[in-house]
């Protein structure tokens, strides 16, 4: 609480200080638009509704620095500017005058330094939308509007090489450092920046981006952010005739083949730490304009298993959460797994619930919302009391899974992963083992889960834990929740669950009978809407009576896609406000 007071005073300070600076007066390069807006998105834009983290302001007649602000990451998505993007996608008359209209009004209320913009992170992210969009911006301007658009994108780029450094490390600090490469080669009188800028970013990519191309978050969807962060930097110096340095590119060789493995069959990204798909087309553009073509590697990637077969890909959290400052948006997902068929999301985890409150966001962290073994009224890992981290109110994990282990086994079909972690011992003496086997064809999972207790001292713990329960045991539940487009009924009396996809897919869900079967309500929590999304979950319930208790399961393909039913993808005709 303290350091944020302090840093907001000296963002002020140094945002005061630079608009006294000698400006910019123009472009020495401008480097070539590659942020993608969406054209949905912005056509509500100028409808003047305006959805940004989970809030819905309408506001047709009032400029957009006028509507209130429900929140304060509604009011930095305003300031971040990223909005620029999408009015480009629509790119007509009145798209144009908008993003003028609302970039002039910014320098005019909030270009001498004040306002909440001000922060390193958000004034990187502003200063590459208004450069990428400078030519839709200074359409039809004249002289004196153009001149106090270069004076402002000077100014910041002086706040921002005297504050990068107080952003905080990973997304926030790659975000500042790249507006400020960008800002630098572009603009005349800011080159003295670029160097600096560069060894920074070059020693950030040393120390966040670890061996295996992760990062300490374990947020797929923010290890995307920085590698195309990471890729339009090293553009814009090539563009520039200047060569990344070897830290720089070797960075994106290290991350291209992780994120690889954490593409789904329908190029979304697995939903886990925080993260979301990722916008359509983001994830391949970006591997695209990368040049890595190195494959995925055998084990986990960023600790995350995959297994992949016809038109069918899994992956499972396969290793302890974010620890520390890095697990303020980590969740108790331990084990848990997605599983998508060609385009279409089939077992999934709830998702990040922080765009739709404090409430939404601790349950959406809970080892229920995911896709595996929980203990009831028991998560994986604990989440501890909230605090301060980045201007956000978010407890940390704690009491995480010490040890968390992968083994690959022989199958006389596919491929079979043995998956285990110790986060119950502590709480009841149990250890959760987790068995999958994914048919070579892609149309069958076969699954076990197992509740033990594996050493004496374990069993020790158990034991006072069942004479607590009145011997009535340890109850748990295993939970696969189903994406809100999955058609799910309970079939066979009872015994089974068939769901149809929207590709004419049919799967079915079967278990040993060692569990209670339930098909209950679930909700699918999506950063840009407006209230969560809801749908089913199938839950097999039962009780741990003796030391060891194994519940098996299986996910069959009984029906393919119909040869004539093209499979879209099932977010080609969303409206993000349609809810």
Sequence with gaps: MLRARSDAALNRLAALRATRARPATGFVSQPEPRSIGTFARGRQLIAGNFLFAGFLIEGQDKPIWDLPMPDPAFEEALHGCAWLDDLAAVGDRAARERAQAWVFDWIARFGAG??????????????????????????????????????????????????????SPG????????????????????????????????????????????????????????????????????EAGRVPPPEHTAAIERIAPTLRSLRHADGGLARFHGGGRGAEGRLDQALGHSGVRTATGPGPAMGFARMSAGRCTLIVDAAAPPQGRASANAHASTLAFELTSGRRPLIVNCGSGASFGADWHRAGRATPSHSTLAIDRYSSSRLGPDGMFGGA?????????????????????????????????????????????????????????????????DRKRFDVIFERSALKGIAFSIRFHLHPDVDATLDLGGSAVSMALKSGEIWVFRHDGTADLALEPSVYLERGRLRPRPTRQIVLSARVLDYACQTGWTLAKAQDTPAAIRDLDPREDEDPTDD
């Design 114 to 167: 004040t306002g909440p913009g001000w922060t390193p992170d958000l004034t990187g992210r502003r200063l590459i939308r208004w450069i990428n969009h400078a030519i839709l911006l200074l359409n039809g301007q004249d002289r004196a509007a153009a001149d106090g658009f270069f004076r402002s994108l000077g100014h910041q780029t002086i706040f921002l090489s005297r504050r990068w450094r107080s952003a």
């Design 393 to 457: 109110s978010r407890g940390l994990l704690t009491d995480t899974p010490q040890e968390v282990w992968t083994q690959a086994e022989p199958a006389d079909d596919g491929q079979r992963l043995l998956f285990g972690h110790d986060g119950y011992v502590p709480t009841h003496g149990m250890t959760h083992l987790r068995d999958l086997t994914l048919s070579s064809d892609g149309r069958m999972l076969h699954g076990s889960d197992t509740l033990g207790a594996m050493t004496s001292d």
């Design 171 to 238: 997304l926030p600090r790659f975000e500042a450092l790249t507006g400020l490469i960008y800002a630098g080669l572009a603009l005349t009188g800011m080159e003295g920046h670029v160097a600096p800028a560069v060894a920074a970013l070059a020693r950030e990519c040393r120390e966040q981006i670890d061996a295996q191309g992760g990062i300490p978050t374990r947020n797929p969807e923010e290890l995307l952010e920085v590698f195309t962060l990471l890729i339009w930097a090293a553009a814009a110096l090539s």
